[in-house]
């Protein structure tokens, strides 16, 4: 083993990062994200449009990094069992072997209850799922390791010879630095660990291609197995992409320095503001949600005063006021195919005295001659506090 160390420095197999001041504050912040979101409630509809959105971020990003180049709107239409193009059948393939390796890992995970420390046949069987189908457009046999020397832009891999040990070691050293097996880990270790782990896979390199796809989907995986969100599944493989040149640059910089300081801090920033972007999504949703409830209750309080026709009228209008944008009383029947359908034989008289109901019952604003969701009343319902501007 001494051998190995003097042959590779920089793979420790211990403890070689430090938590900086900000590291430590984005960590807090991170707890507090994943606490908030795994503790909300999020309507069904909001929470598939979520997960979608995660699995096709996710799937995208992951596979853009080592030159996919198919676009957010081609992976949809592959969610969708939509077939591309035959130019593009090597890139479909690569994108369907990561949704399914997530959809594959969220199911054990989640429903099967299914988990495991990381070890080397389980890499192999991520690498497996990467490589599928893939054929002369993927330069490794998918779930063996790799039997030649290789190099990576500047980088000399460690000898072939040598990846069976490297990898018994790192799994060991895993288990034992971050303690799975006692099922005991903090949220800090979870997220450490996974971001550690994308590392040391990709300083390895234990495999001939899709190494890279195979250490985002290790860290995909302790996140999750440690609790994490699947709604933001995708964050750091999304954040690598949008930030290729730094994510490039970290690995380069904490294989030369044998730190993983830097590294840490970067993905940890990429963390924490995906999860503040999820959480607003949710907290939209939850807005949303009490906005409706909000005019159920008022049309409950009327229902007696008016016939039933009515009544479901106005109530069906001021639901599909839209949120956010002004509209003329013109553009009703436009807004949505439910005010298409009720107000298509409707005068302009009953529109209009339609509106002012709402307008009475505060569920409408008015701005010269347009309408809007009177969503403002929402927020006398919110804890009273003084509006102080907060530096991340």
């Known amino acids: 083993m001494n051998d190995l160390k003097r042959e590779y420095p920089h793979l420790l197999f ?8 900000k590291s430590l504050i984005y960590l807090g912040q991170c707890e507090a994200y994943v606490r908030s979101i795994n503790n909300t409630p999020i309507l069904p509809h909001h929470y598939q449009q979520l997960m979608n959105v995660a699995l096709m971020k996710g799937a995208q990003a992951t596979t853009a990094i080592e030159g996919n180049t198919l676009s957010d709107e081609e992976v949809k239409k592959i969610m969708e069992k939509q077939k591309l193009p035959p130019s593009k059948a090597y890139q479909e393939i690569e994108v369907k072997n990561i949704l399914e390796a997530f959809n594959e890992l969220l199911n054990e995970i989640l429903n099967a209850k299914t988990e495991h420390f990381i070890f080397v046949d389980l890499l192999k069987r991520f690498h497996k799922m990467v490589g599928k189908d893939l054929a002369e ?57 996974a971001m550690v782990s994308h590392i040391y896979i990709e300083w390895i390199h234990p495999f001939g291609d ?14 999750l197995r440690g609790g994490n969100p699947d709604i933001a599944s995708h964050i750091l493989s999304n954040y690598y992409n949008l930030t290729r040149t730094a994510y490039y640059r970290q690995i380069e910089k904490a294989t030369q320095e044998k730190d993983l300081s830097g590294f840490i801090e970067y993905a940890l920033l990429g963390f924490r503001d995906g999860l503040v972007l999820t959480l607003e999504v949710i907290q939209k949703s939850q807005f949303e949600n009490t906005w409706k409830s909000l005019i159920f209750g008022k049309f409950d309080e009327i229902r007696s005063t008016v016939t039933e026709e009515v009544f479901k009228r106005q109530r069906t209008l001021a639901l599909e006021m839209p949120i956010g944008k002004f509209i003329a009383m013109s553009e009703i029947t436009n807004v949505s195919i439910p005010l298409a359908k009720i107000y ?49």
């Open 14 to 21: 211990r403890k070689q990062w430090k938590l900086s001041e």
């Open 137 to 193: 457009h993927f330069n490794a046999i998918p779930g063996q390791l790799r039997n030649n020397d290789v190099v990576v832009g500047s980088y000399r891999c460690p000898d072939y010879r040598d990846v069976p040990i490297l990898l018994e070691k790192m799994c060991q050293w895993l288990r034992e630095e971050f303690r799975y097996t006692e099922k005991e880990q903090s949220f800090s270790e979870v997220v450490i660990q």
């Open 210 to 223: 899709g190494n890279g796809r195979t250490g985002r989907l290790a860290e995909f995986y302790i996140l």
């Open 344 to 392: 298509s034989n409707i005068s302009d008289k009953t529109v209009q005295r339609d509106i002012e109901k709402l307008s009475e019952l505060q569920l409408v604003a008015k701005q010269d001659d347009k309408y809007i969701a009177n969503t403002g009343v929402l927020h006398s319902m919110i804890a009273k506090r003084k509006v102080v501007n907060h530096s991340h």
